[in-house]
């Protein structure tokens, strides 16, 4: 049975102390409920990953991911954190490849291939993050864009590798315009890329793959998207920013 997991991503946003109380409401609100096969994923600033991971602590299924992650080791990178950094730190899951960090900051899927394997090389989960700008969903190409960001940046991985990533689809138009692609839509592509993930590693990996809708989540329509057989959960950008709202779409998973 695949995991199902709803990840914040705080983008960059809240100091240190503002993310432990954020993060503590959350928890508080959370506690009772059973996360069986089930993750709470809080995708923090860099800074803030000590104190978020020491207010988790223990407890299970609940982790803390870096929003990006060196595709260097050490060294003279100035302003760059590395995979063993971050693991001392206590992420145990990575953003990778997010749209924002392809559009702003140049990552190419071949930079991000590299960032996938320093997180593996680790014990740090990827999220990897895929997905189609307006004009390629109107002029239909999105399949193609996904594909190649798909293999590009995750084929080169071993079976065993593959087993251990996460995939979230997050279509551009769709992140933070308050549009959301309808869970028809998404469903299409999440079928696509477990299709993918099938013809190359077989149906095991691909079953136990779990792939993440993200791109103006939020409480109305997070329990329609999930409900859909091959969204396994959400990357949720702003409305992890409010407490209420993220205990919400965790307890629509
Ligand atoms: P959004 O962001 O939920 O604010 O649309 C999602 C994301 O960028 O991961």
């Not at 803030?48 to 050490?74: E, K, M, P, R």
């Not at 477990?194 to 109305?220: F, H, Q």
């Not at 329609?224 to 950008?237: Q, T």
Request: charged share 20%.
């Amino acid at each position: 049975m695949r995991n199902k997991i709803v990840a914040g991503n705080w983008k960059m946003n809240t100091t240190p102390v503002e993310g432990v109380a954020l993060v503590s409401e959350v928890l508080d609100a959370v506690k009772d409920m059973e996360l069986n096969h089930k993750k709470v994923v809080f995708g923090v600033p860099a800074v803030s990953i000590t104190s978020v991971a020491s207010i988790i602590g223990d407890i299970a299924n609940v982790h803390v991911a870096s929003q990006n992650i060196s595709s260097y080791d050490s060294g003279a990178y100035t302003g760059e954190i590395s995979a063993t950094m971050l693991e001392a730190s206590g992420a145990t899951m990575a953003i990778i490849g997010h749209s924002e960090r392809r559009e702003y900051f140049g990552e190419s899927n071949q930079v991000l291939a590299t960032k996938v394997d320093k997180a593996l090389g680790r014990r740090i989960t990827p999220i990897y993050c895929c997905g189609e700008v307006l004009e390629e969903r109107k002029n239909n190409t999105f399949q193609t864009v996904i594909k190649t960001q798909v293999e590009e940046g995750l084929f080169h991985l071993s079976m065993e590798e593959m087993a251990k990533v996460v995939i979230a689809y997050e279509p551009v138009w769709a992140i933070g315009t308050g549009e959301t692609a309808s869970p028809e839509q998404a469903q299409e592509v999440h079928a696509f890329i477990r299709s993918l993930v099938s013809a190359k590693y077989g149906n095991e990996v691909a079953d136990n793959l779990s792939i993440l809708y993200g791109g103006s989540m939020k409480p109305s329509n997070a329990s329609e998207l999930i409900s859909m057989v091959d969204i396994d959960g959400g990357l949720v950008g702003g409305a992890s920013l409010n407490a209420s709202d993220f205990v919400e779409i965790i307890k629509a998973m």
